[in-house]
């Protein structure tokens, strides 16, 4: 980890883009630091880990506790994405969907996007430490480590990074049942290898939408050295496949009911249609479809555990 931390230090001497008028003159662009946490994407973050935490939860509920572990969790994942845009930001220059963010735009400087990555993430893992606990804070940190010193790198070197990215991407889940009990039990591995394999046909069939792009930026996504996209898609339905009995599993080792177990069921097997339907035409259109199968899929699968548990 020191040598990355080095190379990430080493970064900041870098030839940059002109900075914004507005970023040199030292005012702050508060939409351009909030789009560098990627709020869109970090909603998944907190909303996994609000399910992990009151699926964990036992007894009186502790609103106190719940906040702190979601805020914690929060400014963790922004610390992530922020650092994590400050280490592409070359990458992104390059990409068309990516090249309007703030650092390849030049509206911020990479050394106002590293400290305020660092003080966010910093920040939240204090927070989960001293306010919820060690577990927590600790997975909380792995989750960082992985995306940023594992995935983050490997996105240049080999097509084997969104499985390497999918361990660090499946923990808000745990870090919500860790903020809850202070441990980690079969149910809450349960959860994350619901999400675990949900990664793959979500980021799978993104990466075929905008292979060329990846291309661009030097990005090894599957997608891009995969022309004709059988692997791409051989995976995504091979995913999809495990990822609906697994998906029962809460039902069959009593963690949840009946409802779930059929409404999973269901949930499942649309997806994995959509799935099947994207293999066979391999065309961008049925792929976003997936993705948005994707997007719907995870929330309703989750808010049903949680409906059965109120129940």
């Known amino acids: 980890m020191k040598p990355v931390m080095q190379g990430l230090k080493a970064n900041l001497s870098l030839v940059r883009p002109a900075p914004h008028p507005e970023a040199s003159g030292g005012r702050l662009r508060l939409l351009d630091y909030v789009e560098l946490t990627k709020p869109e994407v970090n909603f998944l973050v907190v909303f996994t880990t609000a399910v992990g935490f009151y699926l964990g939860a036992q007894g009186a509920w502790k609103v106190l506790l719940l906040l702190h572990t979601l805020i914690g969790t929060a400014l963790v994942a922004a610390g992530t994405a922020t650092l994590n845009e400050f280490m592409e930001r070359d990458a992104d220059a390059r990409m068309r969907r990516t090249a309007n963010r703030p650092l390849p735009a030049g509206r911020l400087a990479p050394r106002q996007a590293f ?29 960082l480590s992985g995306y940023l010193f594992l995935y983050t790198p490997l996105k240049k070197k080999t097509t084997l990074c969104t499985l390497v990215g999918a361990f660090p991407g499946a923990m808000p889940p745990l870090i919500g049942w860790a903020g809850a009990r202070g441990d980690l039990s079969l149910e809450a591995w349960i959860l994350y290898a619901i999400l675990f394999l949900w990664q793959f046909p979500h980021f799978l069939a993104i990466g075929w939408i905008y292979r060329e792009d990846y291309a661009r930026g030097g990005i090894r996504m599957l997608s891009v050295e995969d022309a004709q996209g059988r692997a791409t898609f051989r995976q995504i339905v091979g995913c999809l496949l495990v990822l609906v009995p697994v998906s029962l599993s809460p039902a069959l080792l009593g963690m949840a009911g009946s409802l779930y177990f059929f409404g999973a069921l269901v949930l499942g097997l649309v997806f994995l249609q959509c799935g099947v339907w994207a293999a066979m035409s391999r065309s961008k259109t049925q792929a976003r479809r997936l993705v948005h199968a994707s997007v719907i899929y995870i929330p309703l699968v989750y808010g049903l555990l949680m409906w059965d548990k109120l129940a």
């Open 115 to 143: 400290w305020f990555g660092v003080a966010l993430a910093a920040g939240g893992a204090f927070q989960l430490a001293l306010f919820v606990n060690f577990l927590s804070s600790l997975l909380a940190f792995l989750t």
